[in-house]
């Protein structure tokens, strides 16, 4: 473990990206202490994740690989390392990620800038640092992902589709205990289960407001994930609502999924979700929107995609759920999981594309 700078280096390169909209170039003192650490470890390959969110200057990373010729893997979570800005650009429609950004409409969005649009000059400086870069695989973790790069400027590099996994000793249904139902007091209904790390317009927030006002007496909504604004807001507002702030213990969230009886994902802008594997591993179907590559995961017996935004299609998707064989579709459910799933297959792609390009196996 290496830590890259410290707390304060970390809120120091937030300010400068708050005006300068320059992620992904900031804090190149600890960018350069950090290849110099590097070429004491002596890699075989080096695999990169994100290297937005305020850390990173990718120009001296970069170009200390190549001057090594070392060979790298680049994990695509999102559309960040081939736009000028934004980490996703589908909920606003924008195409000139395409070509040249510019003007960017999101600029305000993640990874925020309340002054200066650096979106053009950002996708100029990307675009270089790919050029020459050789000894490098691309591994977006969806097929809809996979499928933008053709029209990005990172088109012709070699790429590897390899999608996430998790853990399934976690993941599975699970029985709860006592001291959990004390915990979150989830009354004895129809569960619609919604999880994310941050709800807002992109995750559907407002759709599953939307859709608590078309419940019957015997259906409710668990939502795990809100905000303590959003949990008071829930609180005063709808009684057919369970809000559940965010919890960092995945035994706990297994639980959650397990005593579901659904698992909606209204999310509008989403690469290739982790919460559909969770919820399917633990037993439960899935009903999504049509979202990049958010359906690829989903069981075509028991799951359902449905378009953006249609909550009355969303609910009668989830009251068919309620007519099915419960423990034929929990079975079906969790033998999917463990053959597609299982982070230990996902690991094990990693490990032969690593040998693949150290050793041409």
Not at 311 to 336: C, F, G, N, P, S
Request: aromatic content about 14%; charged content about 25%; some cysteine.
């Amino acid at each position: 473990m290496y830590q890259v700078g410290s707390q304060f280096s970390f809120y120091l390169n937030v300010l400068k990206a708050r005006f300068f909209d320059n992620d992904g170039f900031l804090n190149s003192c600890n960018t350069g202490k950090l290849v110099e650490y590097i070429d004491t470890v002596n890699p075989s390959v080096i695999h990169i994740h994100n290297l937005h969110g305020y850390y990173m200057d990718m120009r001296i990373l970069f170009d200390y690989i190549k001057n090594k010729g070392i060979p790298t893997v680049i994990t695509l979570h999102d559309c960040w390392l081939f736009t000028g800005h934004c980490s996703y650009f589908t909920f606003n429609g924008c195409p000139k990620w395409k070509s040249l950004c510019g003007k960017c409409p999101q600029k305000k969005g993640y990874p925020k800038s309340i002054l200066f649009d650096s979106s053009s000059n950002n996708f100029i400086e990307k675009k270089s640092l790919f050029k020459d870069f050789n000894n490098l695989v691309l591994v977006p973790v969806s097929d809809w992902l996979s499928g933008l790069l053709a029209d990005s400027f990172l088109d012709g590099k070699k790429k590897v589709v390899i999608k996430n996994g998790i853990d399934l000793e976690v993941f599975k249904p699970t029985s709860p205990d006592e001291i959990f139902y004390k915990k979150y007091q989830i009354p004895d209904k129809f569960k619609i289960l919604g999880v994310a790390s941050v709800w807002g317009k992109r995750k559907g927030f407002q759709d599953f407001i939307e859709l608590s006002k078309k419940l019957s007496q015997d259906e409710i909504i668990v939502l795990v994930g809100v905000s303590k604004n959003q949990s008071t807001y829930i609180k005063e507002n709808f009684k057919n609502i369970i809000p559940i702030e965010r919890t960092e213990n995945a035994a706990d969230l297994a639980k959650l999924y397990s005593i579901s009886d659904v698992f909606f994902n209204p999310t509008y802008e989403d690469n290739y979700p982790t919460t559909n594997l969770e919820a399917q591993s633990c037993g439960i179907p899935i009903v999504v929107y049509k979202t990049g590559g958010a359906c690829e995961s989903l069981d075509t017996e028991y799951g359902v995609k449905i378009n953006q935004g249609d909550i009355q299609t969303a609910l009668d998707a989830i009251r068919r759920v309620k007519k099915l064989d419960k423990e034929k579709m929990q079975k079906k459910l969790v033998l999917k999981s463990r053959k597609e799933f299982d982070a230990d297959i996902c690991f094990d792609k990693y490990m032969r594309l690593y040998e693949e390009i150290t050793f041409g196996k």
